[in-house]
């Protein structure tokens, strides 16, 4: 019984982180798979949203919900002032041009936030109905770890709602199929671009706040986790929403027991495992391959 126990909490501790992850990495997926740019800067959209969130919630004593829509708006809004200004102009340089820039912009995140908050990591204080122990029936768990494999669900299940079922995800996804024909049949692409970049930065930043209680945030998030949301997205498949899911919550699961059994050294397995899939399915789990 004691085993089975500790199998579900390492499990359901695994999805949670997952959860966070996919929340970050899907608007990094839709962009890449849309755009074609290589946005490594994703990750500093998830930092700065979640400062937001965070303070707001700290400082300003906005309720849970105010806090992480006032993080969606200010990410957003932030995002597409840097996409009018900066990003465009650089949609058809080369990569590595790309990644040149949005590392930079990484560390122009990193130096403002330091200097405006300070190095010191922040802390989310949950709100009481999502602090303590649920009780599962066959045990009790975190409250706050099942609220987020949760919101990952119905967040996963709306994106893809939105993408296969209304007109706006009909013009994503032939834009992503063919940009030419898509802005052929008059389809504002332009304007596709700075909606999606606003949603996916957005996105991100409800993951920072929603994951600070459990992969924290200071100054250095977004390059400590980089790598991560890189995988979630190449592992899952460019533009697949599902994909990053299935790849986020495998992530999730696999670091979460690593970091218990192996905590030095444990994450080899999952880049080797991360080569080897790719190896394997270059596309990702649920991309599409190339013609």
Do not use: C
């Not at 930092?47 to 969606?72: C, P």
């Not at 790849?247 to 696999?254: E, H, K, N, R, T």
């Not at 192996?262 to 080899?268: D, M």
């Amino acid at each position: 019984m004691d085993f089975a126990a500790d199998f579900a909490g390492i499990f359901l501790g695994g999805l949670a982180a997952g959860t966070v992850l996919f929340i970050v990495s899907v608007g990094l997926s839709v962009t890449m798979g849309l755009m074609g740019f290589v946005n490594l800067a994703h990750g500093a959209f998830a930092m700065f949203g979640g400062y937001v969130i965070v303070l707001a919630m700290n400082r300003a004593h906005f309720g849970f919900a105010a806090a992480l829509a006032v993080g969606f708006v200010a990410t957003a809004a932030l995002s597409v002032l840097l996409e009018r200004l900066l990003y465009r102009r650089l949609y058809r340089a080369g990569e590595l041009d790309q990644v040149l820039f949005t590392i930079g912009l990484i560390f122009i995140f990193i130096a403002g936030i330091t200097i405006v908050v300070g190095p010191e990591g922040q802390t989310l204080e949950l709100p009481p109905a999502l602090g303590g122990q649920l009780n599962l029936g066959f045990m009790q768990y975190r409250t706050y770890s099942i609220f987020l494999i949760v919101v990952g669900f119905l967040i996963v299940i709306g994106i893809w709602l939105v993408f296969e079922r209304t007109r706006i995800g009909a013009q994503i996804r032939a834009t992503v199929d063919n940009r030419r024909m898509a802005e052929s049949l008059g389809i504002n692409v332009d304007r596709l671009f700075t909606i999606t970049f606003a949603f996916g930065s957005g996105m991100a930043a409800i993951g920072g706040g929603l994951g600070a209680e459990f992969l924290g945030l200071d100054p250095q998030y977004a390059l400590k986790y980089l790598v991560y949301f890189l995988i979630a997205v190449s592992v899952g498949g460019l533009g697949s929403v599902v994909g990053v899911y299935y790849a986020s919550l495998l992530i999730g699961v696999l670091d979460f027991t690593l970091k218990l059994y192996l905590p030095k050294g444990g994450t080899i397995f999952i880049y080797a495992l991360t080569i080897l899939l790719l190896l394997w399915r270059p596309q990702g789990l649920l991309g599409r391959k190339e013609t």
